[in-house]
Structure formats: C-alpha cells, structure tokens
C-alpha cells in the first residue's frame, strides 16, 4: 500500500510537470496605430503558429502590456485557412482577453513566442515586466521565438547574470534594408526608435542577416539555435516555420 501512494505521488508530480511543460506564452501589443498608419500584431504572424501550438497539444495563452484587447492587423489576401483561424472561438477568446503581466505565472510555460508588427516598438520592447516574465521563461530552459519584426522586443531582456538575452545567440531579424526599402507603416524606419539590427548586434547577438538579392535562401533567413534555444526568422513568411521548429525542440526536450 505504501509503495502505490508513493507511486500516486511520484505520477501526480510528473503529471503537474508535464501539465507545465504543455503552456506556450505569445506576446502581442496593445498598441494598434504607428502615429496614423495602422499597425500592431500582424495577424497571420500569431495565428499560424497559435493554431500549430494549439494543434500539437499545447495551452496558448497570450500576453500584453495591459491586458484586455491585443491590437491585431492585416492587409493584403485572406486565405481560408488563415481567416478560419481569425474567426475561430478561441482565437477570438485569447486575443480579446489576454492577461496582462501580473497574471502570468512563468513556471507554467514552455516557451514564449513573439510575433512580427511595429506596435511592439511602442510598449512592449520598454516593458521591463514582459522582459522579466521572458527571461525566467528561458532560464527555465524554455524556448524563445521570433518572426520577422518580433526580435525588436528581445533587445532589452536580460538574464539574472545581467547578460543580454541575445547575447551570444545565432538568430536572425528582419533586415534594416528592408525596413528602408518596404515598411510604410513605419514611414521607411523614420517613425521608429531605434534599429533593430543594428541594437541586437550591439546587444552581442550573432546576426545572420540576409541581403536583398539573398532573400530566398533559408540558411540566411531561418535560424534554429538548438545549443541556446532559439529560433528565428527574417519574415512574416517564416512565422509558421518558427513555429514548427519551436515545437519540434520541446518534443525533443523531453
């Protein structure tokens, strides 16, 4: 009878470690307009890989600086798979009502995940308590990933050593040329801060940055650190690759 309640409890903490494990945290804005251009999240960067988290087993919550409504956008084609994720109950459900950093309990999550858009440059990357809340997420051996414009919020999170997040990680942004070149809603970069490229690799990041005419080629515009544990891509494109590859490293975690 001893030896199967202490089974019972060795099981039920095994259990409660797994249920943990099962969590992954992605961050969006609340912010939804750079100065009178629409802006935010953009959407198929969030839920194609909330629907692939989803799809593989794992609880989605996700977070902002306020709580409440995440500030999402969209332009260009809607494909079907892409508008039934948008219309979906529980798309709609987490997004309209993501936790605000006081309810996150980081012991919960497996990973966090930041999606691409210009309103993260405007509360999220200043916001030391999502900073916090991802960088006890990844000092739990948890898992960090980025599309495109999502790697501008990693550049002021730092590990209880005082490091930088980035230190030292090979990842991937999107390119300051492109921002030059294609970004009107940041007025070409005008209406931005700082730049990304440019502060990561001050924060010690190993950047592998594509060029214009070197766009199409993977190895410069997907990058999956499997010793730091993280995963990144140039481009809005690259979101549901991220995706895959952040599941696939917690599979092999276990």
Wanted: aromatic share 12%; with cysteine.
């Amino acid at each position: 009878m001893k030896k199967y309640w202490v089974f019972a409890v060795l099981l039920l903490i095994a259990q409660g470690a797994f249920s943990q494990n099962k969590k992954i945290l992605i961050v969006s804005t609340n912010r939804d307009t750079v100065v009178t251009n629409a802006s935010g999240t953009f959407l198929k960067e969030m839920a194609y890989p909330f629907q692939y988290f989803t799809d593989n087993g794992f609880d989605v919550d996700v977070i902002t600086p306020k709580g409440g409504k995440a500030a999402i956008y969209h332009w260009g084609e809607t494909p079907e798979a892409l508008n039934k994720i948008w219309k979906s109950d529980l798309f709609i459900k987490k997004t309209s009502n993501t936790l605000n950093p006081t309810q996150v309990n980081v012991k919960e999550y497996a990973a966090v995940f930041y999606p691409s858009g210009h309103g993260q440059y405007f509360d999220v990357v200043e916001d030391e308590r999502i900073a916090s809340i991802s960088g006890k997420i990844y000092e739990n051996k948890g898992v960090v990933g980025t599309a495109g414009h999502g790697a501008a919020s990693l550049i002021n999170i730092r590990l209880s050593n005082g490091m930088f997040l980035v230190e030292g990680k090979r990842m991937t942004c999107f390119p300051h040329w492109a921002e030059l070149k294609w970004m009107n809603i940041s007025n070409y970069g005008k209406l931005l801060a700082f730049d990304m490229e440019e502060v990561l690799r001050r924060r010690g990041a190993n950047l592998v940055i594509c060029m214009e005419e070197t766009r199409t080629n993977k190895d410069l515009t997907l990058v999956r650190d499997d010793k730091n544990r993280i995963v990144t891509g140039s481009f809005a494109s690259s979101a549901q690759w991220v995706a895959e590859q952040m599941v696939a490293m917690l599979k092999e975690r276990k």
